[in-house]
């Protein structure tokens, strides 16, 4: 495994591979993190993951400083995984002040980025540049950042460009949390608690299931039980899983398949998770 840190020095190295599986992480790898980089073995025969935390994604409040930096650790886990490891300085990445970005879609205004604005603006111009310099044919990405994916796979589609994006399911831990770089935020206390937002959503996809459509109720139902349990929820939200628009209950097939979608903070740590919610699979049983 090689591990680069210069843009000239990576095209240089793919010069010659034809099937180059990218997965860009901004590293303190876990295993949801390792699953992708396993997936993208199945998507190329070269496969390259970049460690790099992205300063334009971070707004003046959040944890840019703080953010786990473990690049050591992180190429240990990824050896026998990836052939190559892209891990660039920032200014590397950004020689000089960046005045070019991508203008994501409206929806990066909603959701997380109603509360991160500017978020999907750095992520996506980000993952623009890192696309542009990998030039792989597939990228991966996991569903636990569902808004992210979908912007990216807005971008890639309304920008013609030639990578295919995968989307690689959510690693949880035994008892139900997503797994995330900021667990390790969490207390031994909130640790414990952290997995009732997800069962919180298993508890919004049992009632849809079960014939519940009024979706609004079903949100602030979710809201009021987290905030009695001490978080600060930032949104509970059902949407339509193509679009991410407003969950509407129609015939046609498009509204029959949902994302619960939810952020909230438990202490000093903000945690996002997802459920995905398919009536018609329901029906077909």
């Given at each position: 495994?090689?591990?680069?840190?210069?843009?000239?020095?990576?095209?240089?190295?793919?010069?010659?591979?034809?099937?180059?599986?990218?997965?860009?992480?901004?590293?303190?790898?876990?295993?949801?993190?390792?699953?992708?980089?396993?997936?993208?073995?199945e998507?190329?025969?070269?496969?390259?993951?970049?460690?790099?935390?992205?300063?334009?994604?971070?707004?003046?409040?959040?944890?840019?400083?703080?953010?786990?930096?473990?690049?050591?650790?992180?190429?240990?886990?990824?050896?026998?995984?990836?052939?190559?490891?892209?891990?660039?300085?920032?200014?590397e990445?950004?020689?000089?002040q960046?005045?070019?970005?991508?203008?994501?879609?409206?929806i990066?205004?909603e959701?997380?980025?109603?509360?991160?604005?500017?978020?999907?603006?750095g992520?996506?111009?980000?993952?623009?540049?890192?696309?542009?310099?990998?030039?792989?044919?597939?990228?991966?990405?996991?569903?636990?950042?569902?808004?992210?994916?979908?912007?990216?796979?807005?971008?890639?589609?309304?920008?013609?460009?030639?990578?295919?994006?995968?989307?690689?399911?959510?690693?949880?831990?035994?008892?139900?949390?997503?797994?995330?770089?900021?667990?390790?935020?969490?207390?031994?206390?909130?640790?414990?608690?952290?997995?009732?937002?997800?069962?919180?959503?298993?508890?919004?996809?049992?009632?849809?299931?079960?014939?519940?459509?009024?979706?609004?109720?079903?949100?602030?139902?979710?809201?009021?039980?987290?905030?009695?349990?001490?978080w600060?929820?930032?949104?509970?939200?059902?949407?339509?899983?193509f679009?991410?628009?407003?969950?509407?209950?129609?015939?046609?097939?498009?509204?029959?398949?949902?994302?619960?979608?939810?952020?909230?903070?438990?202490g000093?740590?903000?945690?996002?998770?997802?459920?995905?919610?398919c009536?018609?699979?329901?029906?077909?049983?």
């Amino acid at each position: 495994m090689q591990i680069i840190s210069t843009i000239d020095e990576l095209r240089a190295r793919l010069a010659d591979e034809r099937a180059v599986a990218f997965v860009p992480t901004m590293g303190n790898l876990h295993e949801g993190h390792l699953n992708l980089v396993k997936l993208a073995r199945e998507h190329g025969d070269c496969v390259v993951a970049s460690i790099f935390v992205n300063p334009l994604q971070f707004g003046p409040s959040e944890d840019f400083d703080r953010y786990p930096r473990t690049l050591e650790a992180d190429c240990a886990k990824l050896q026998g995984l990836a052939d190559v490891v892209f891990a660039p300085a920032v200014n590397e990445m950004y020689p000089a002040q960046q005045t070019v970005f991508v203008e994501p879609p409206p929806i990066a205004d909603e959701l997380c980025g109603a509360s991160r604005p500017g978020h999907f603006r750095g992520m996506a111009t980000v993952v623009l540049k890192l696309l542009n310099i990998v030039q792989p044919q597939a990228a991966l990405f996991g569903k636990k950042d569902y808004q992210q994916l979908h912007i990216i796979r807005r971008m890639v589609s309304e920008l013609n460009l030639p990578v295919r994006i995968v989307g690689g399911e959510t690693v949880r831990a035994d008892d139900g949390l997503a797994l995330s770089s900021r667990n390790q935020y969490l207390s031994a206390g909130e640790r414990g608690e952290a997995v009732f937002l997800y069962r919180t959503l298993q508890g919004m996809k049992q009632a849809i299931l079960q014939g519940e459509r009024d979706f609004e109720r079903l949100q602030g139902r979710a809201v009021e039980a987290l905030a009695a349990r001490g978080w600060l929820p930032d949104y509970v939200a059902v949407r339509n899983r193509f679009d991410l628009q407003p969950a509407r209950h129609q015939g046609d097939l498009a509204q029959r398949e949902w994302v619960i979608l939810a952020a909230a903070r438990l202490g000093n740590t903000r945690l996002l998770d997802n459920i995905e919610v398919c009536l018609v699979d329901c029906l077909a049983d």
